[in-house]
Every structure is written in structure tokens, then in C-alpha cells.
């Protein structure tokens, strides 16, 4: 065995004689396969909680990412073996699900695995366990139901919403501005929501940013941003009641198709080809007008004598803005993407209230408001921040707190955090392991013991002794069959996460647990590992 490494300085072994091994099958390849699993669950042990560690990843041209978002971590990890990768397809798949809980999803389906290894090396069959842990999932998520509290909020009571999405950002590293970030979050799903039906378009939800200001300079804007300016230095920075023409088509004259060549030999031919060309830009300015239009949203660019004639006709016009944009621009607006000038009518004009260039810093950063549209349920979050990395984790963590608003306006159920949810489980499914004969009741007990799992992190990553905690909080919850205590992290001095408002969604809990069990009954069921010089 030795020891190498590549062009970016990352070490590797080198195992010789590679061809006389053989290839890992039965208990060996489970055991392989769970340590893999645990290896990629324990990376995200310490990043779980309100105190969890962040990690900073480095990618091999050199960009560094520090997150503790867990979906995040995983995806940027350069990962070979195929149990790991499913561990990031888990994590991806709480992601997309539910937006936020991807660091506890690994952290258990890492004790799943854990407890299942004991389980293989007593003699127990994995179809027995995978069968113990699916009934003790199913008695889990009945019981989260059982525990689960309404969740009254509306337009005017918002404060229920904030405070869950702060349970969320209390283990980013914007926990300092929690508060703000929350109210701004729950704000921006309102705005964009449709109460009656019960959903929510996070498409809607532009989320920018740029560097410079303090985190407590994030903003929220009835509107959208574009990050362009006006393009004439001489236009006006600020139009008000604007009703703006969205161009998919450039201020320039028509090129043939085919290869061509003009041939300019007199002053006259010059004069010509430059009085067509004047004409082709003011008809096309003029049509602007005629419409009545205030300012021009190009998706395409424009030569300097269009900018010109544009800035003498009083027409302002803003140039290179990308498609999306383009389409959230003509959403907020209410009008219509025209793609001829020939097309061009009143009615297809987007209206709003005020549109604003806005400078930032000492090096001149212009930006382009446009708010009080005609349809306001497009919204910005305008992030602000000291570096580039600090937008980024800020703009995840405002990722994560939009989804638990969106998943209480679909499903306004919700469990106590902190690891309480995962106590009460765990004694409920204690509990029910008796009523089941035969080997799966040591599967129920492990799923019991691994239940533990978040809790006991929860207590390590906030420097408490973890097993003395774990068990003053279980024996509390028994004594006074309350599934409200959890793990004081924040050392608020109470264990009731009801009082300290610590919520996490019923549906995010819920699908933790199911996702997880999948997954480890999965690995359970492998039990050789084939590589292609096998075949």
C-alpha cells in the first residue's frame, strides 16, 4: 500500500497486487456498505443544531464554499463510493421534498445503520431488520401525528410563521439577524401564496444579492431587481406609473439570412444606407411611443446610435437583461414578452409604480428597481453581506426558511424541536417493540436506540454531556407524558421547546423518518457489490 497524491495536492492509496482481490459479498459487503453509510453520516454529525459546526469545502479549480447546510455539503463533496452517493441522493431527496432537515435526515439514517450492524453481527437476518425497521417507522409517524399540534396563523397573524422560521435560521450562520431574515422570509411567501388552495410558487421568489453593506441591510422589495442600469448615462435614474415595453427583438436593422456584401463607392450610396438605417431606428422608437410607452426592457442590446435617438425621444431603455428575468419582469408587470415590433400594442404593456436605478458603494454598482408592479405577487429578497460567501450561505439558509413557510401553508401541522419529536418517538416505538413476538422486536428497539440519535448530537455539538441530558429529558417526558422537552441547546435554562417557541413542521419530521428507513432498508439488501472487471 502507498500513499500518492494528485495535481490538486488531495492524497490517495494505492493498493497493490488490486487483481488478486476479491470482490466483497454476505456479511462482509453489508458491513462495507453500512461503514460507508456512517462515514458520510458522521461528516454531518457536527453540523446538526442551533451550536452545529460549519464545514468549508473546497472545489478542485479552487472556489471555497462554507455551509452547514447539509444537501449543500453533500452535493460539493467529491464522493466515489456508490453507499455514499445515496446518502447524497437522500439528503438531495429531503431537499426538493421539503427544503430543509437535510443534515437530520443523515444523521438517521448514520444510526440506522449503526444499529443495524449490532443487529447483523448477533446473527439477525438484514430481511428481519429492514422488516423491524419499516413497522417501527410506521408506529413512528402515527405517533408524530398523535403529538402534533394545529398551527393557527393568517394574513394579519404572522408571528406563528416567524417564529418557525427562526427555529430554522438558529442553526445558520445568519442566526444573528434570525429575527429579520424570518419576518422577511414569511413576508415574501405570503406575498406569492394562495391561501385558499393551499400552495405556494417559490418561483415567484427572486432571491439576489451583492457584495457590501451589513447582513442587517437585507431588504425585501415589492417588485423585481434586475442587477443592470440605464442605458444612457443622461437617462432619467427614476420613472414613475411607467409603463414598460418587454422586447425580445434588438434595436438594430434586419441582417439577411445569406452571406452578403454591399458595395458604398459614392457619398451619396453612404448617405443613402445611413438615412435607411435612421429611418429603421426611429420607426422602431417611434413605435415604442406611439404605444405609449415610458421605458423599454430589452432582452438583446443596442448599437450607440439607437442608445442616442433613444435618450433625444425621452424613451429610457434597459438592454442585455437574461429570460428568466425577462419572464418574472413581465409577471410582476402584468404585460406581455413582444418578440416584433409589428406586435407591439397598449394592451401588452407592464405597468408599475415606480421603476428606480439605485447606486450602491463607492464603485459605482447600479442596480434597477421596479416595484409597485401591477401583479405584486412577484417578489426580491435583496441580500446584502461582507463577501461572497457570506451571500451565498445567507441566500441557502433564506432557501430553507421559505420552504418551512411554504410546507405550514400546505400542511399547518406542526412538532416540537430541539430533539423532542425524536424522544417521544423513541419511547412510543419502546413501547410497542413489546407487543411484537419473534426477532423483529430487536429491530423495533434499535430503531428506538437510533431515534436517540439527534438528540444525543443536538447535546454534543451544544457542549452538554450528551447521555446524562438524553436521559434527564426522556425520564421528564415519561414523568409528565409531555412530548414538549427537548434539549436545551441555547442554555435558555428551560427544556420545554414550547416555551422557547422551537417548531419544526409535522410533514418535514415525518418525511425524515420515512426517507431515512427507506434508504437503510435499501442497504440492508445488498449483499454483493459487483465492480465492472468483475464481468
Not at 444573528?176 to 422570509?185: G, H, M, N, Q, T
Not at 413582444?338 to 447606486?359: C, D, I, M, N, Y
Not at 435583496?382 to 433564506?398: A, C, D, L, Q, Y
Request: glycine share 6%.
Amino acid at each position: 500500500m502507498a500513499l500518492a497524491f494528485d495535481e490538486y495536492g488531495r492524497p490517495f492509496i494505492i493498493l497493490k497486487e488490486q487483481e488478486q482481490k476479491t470482490r466483497l459479498s454476505g456479511l462482509e459487503a453489508q458491513k462495507a456498505n453500512i461503514s460507508a453509510g456512517r462515514a458520510v453520516s458522521r461528516i454531518l454529525r457536527t453540523s446538526l443544531g442551533p451550536k452545529g459546526m460549519d464545514k468549508m469545502l473546497q472545489s478542485p479549480d479552487g472556489d471555497v464554499t462554507i455551509t452547514n447546510d447539509g444537501a449543500t455539503i453533500l452535493e460539493q463533496m467529491d464522493v466515489d463510493n456508490q453507499i455514499a452517493k445515496l446518502m447524497v441522493e437522500l439528503s438531495r431527496s429531503q431537499d426538493y421534498e421539503i427544503g430543509d432537515g437535510t443534515t437530520g435526515v443523515v444523521v438517521m439514517a448514520g444510526a440506522l445503520l449503526e444499529q443495524a450492524e449490532r443487529l447483523l453481527e448477533r446473527g439477525i437476518h438484514p430481511i428481519r431488520i429492514a422488516e423491524g425497521y419499516e413497522m417501527a417507522s410506521r408506529i413512528a409517524v402515527e405517533h408524530l401525528e398523535r403529538i402534533a399540534q394545529k398551527f393557527d396563523f393568517g394574513p394579519t397573524n404572522i408571528e406563528p410563521l416567524v417564529q418557525t422560521c427562526m427555529t430554522t435560521l438558529s442553526s445558520k450562520i445568519v442566526n444573528r439577524c434570525k429575527r429579520a431574515l424570518a419576518e422577511i422570509s414569511v413576508k415574501a411567501v405570503l406575498s406569492v401564496a394562495d391561501l385558499e388552495r393551499k400552495d405556494v410558487n417559490l418561483d415567484l421568489i427572486k432571491v439576489e444579492g451583492k457584495v457590501g453593506g451589513k447582513l442587517e441591510d437585507t431588504e425585501l422589495i415589492y417588485g423585481i431587481t434586475v442587477d443592470k442600469d440605464m442605458s444612457h448615462p443622461q437617462m432619467p435614474k427614476q420613472i414613475e406609473d411607467a409603463k414598460i415595453a418587454i422586447l425580445t427583438c434588438p434595436f438594430e436593422p434586419p441582417k439577411p439570412k445569406t452571406k452578403h456584401k454591399v458595395d458604398i463607392d459614392t457619398v451619396e450610396k453612404f448617405q443613402t444606407l445611413r438615412q435607411q438605417e435612421q429611418k429603421y431606428f426611429d420607426d422602431m422608437v417611434q413605435k415604442c411611443k406611439d404605444v405609449g410607452a415610458t421605458l423599454v426592457i430589452c432582452q438583446w442590446g443596442f448599437d450607440d446610435e439607437a442608445n442616442h435617438l433613444l435618450m433625444h425621444q425621452n424613451l429610457p431603455a434597459v438592454r442585455w437583461v437574461g429570460g428568466v428575468e425577462l419572464e418574472l419582469i413581465a409577471i410582476a408587470t402584468g404585460g406581455r414578452i413582444v418578440p416584433r415590433f409589428q406586435e407591439l400594442t397598449p394592451e401588452k404593456l407592464g405597468r408599475a409604480g415606480l421603476v428606480r436605478e439605485k447606486s450602491f458603494g463607492t464603485t459605482k454598482d447600479k442596480m434597477l428597481y421596479i416595484e409597485h408592479c401591477a401583479n405584486s405577487r412577484a417578489v426580491t429578497i435583496f441580500i446584502r453581506g461582507g463577501n461572497k460567501m457570506m451571500i451565498e450561505e445567507t441566500k441557502r439558509s433564506i432557501h430553507d426558511a421559505l420552504c418551512v413557510a411554504r410546507n405550514l401553508i400546505r400542511n399547518n401541522f406542526i412538532v416540537y424541536g430541539g430533539g423532542a419529536a425524536e424522544i417521544s418517538c423513541s419511547i412510543a416505538v419502546e413501547a410497542a417493540a413489546d407487543k411484537y413476538p419473534g426477532v423483529k422486536q430487536y429491530a423495533i428497539r434499535a430503531f428506538a436506540d437510533a431515534l436517540d440519535a439527534v438528540p444525543v448530537a443536538l447535546a454534543e455539538n451544544s457542549g452538554l454531556q450528551p447521555i446524562e441530558t438524553l436521559s434527564a429529558v426522556k425520564s421528564q417526558q415519561i414523568k409528565e407524558n409531555n412530548p414538549h422537552f427537548g434539549i436545551d441547546c441555547n442554555d435558555v435554562g428551560t427544556n420545554d421547546m414550547c416555551e422557547q417557541n422551537v417548531f419544526e413542521t409535522l410533514i418535514g419530521k415525518q418525511q425524515q423518518i420515512l426517507l431515512a428507513t427507506q434508504v437503510v432498508k435499501m442497504i440492508l439488501k445488498i449483499d454483493d457489490v459487483i465492480s465492472p472487471s468483475d464481468y
